[in-house]
């Protein structure tokens, strides 16, 4: 079992910047590729960003390209979302999610979920 709990949300202005954290608990934080979705009102959940057991590897979404970056502590049990450039259309509440070993863009294929954490940008 893992447990998740994002943190670093708010309200930001247009063009600003937000670093969103992932504290794991639970087994081995290693074990676990990490991704990072949204879900803006009316709308589904969607792909962001996603990094592998090491770090290796990361995904990210068109929107976001550029912009975001996602990395890793295995030491602190931790996983980041640096958000630059922000936009309105990024708010959303964002949530880090775990699954074994592969990372993918599915929200479906993601085992362990945060409760997430609000990002509004402001015009």
């Known amino acids: 079992q893992v447990h998740l709990v994002e943190s670093g949300g708010g309200l930001v202005q247009a063009g600003g910047s937000l670093r969103l954290s992932c504290l794991a608990s639970g087994r081995t934080f290693s074990s676990y590729a990490m991704g990072w979705f949204r879900q803006a009102p009316g709308k589904e959940r969607e792909f962001v960003a996603a990094i592998s057991r090491f770090g290796a590897t990361t995904y990210f979404a068109d929107s976001v390209k550029g912009r975001f970056t996602v990395s890793r502590d295995n030491a602190k049990n931790t996983v980041y979302l640096q958000m630059n450039s922000l936009k309105p259309e990024d708010t959303a509440v964002y949530y880090c999610?775990?699954?074994?070993?592969?990372?993918?863009?599915?929200?479906?294929?993601?085992?362990?979920w945060g409760q997430g954490t609000q990002v509004t940008v402001s015009s």
């Open positions: 999610a775990a699954r074994p070993i592969i990372s993918t863009k599915t929200p479906g294929q993601y085992d362990y």
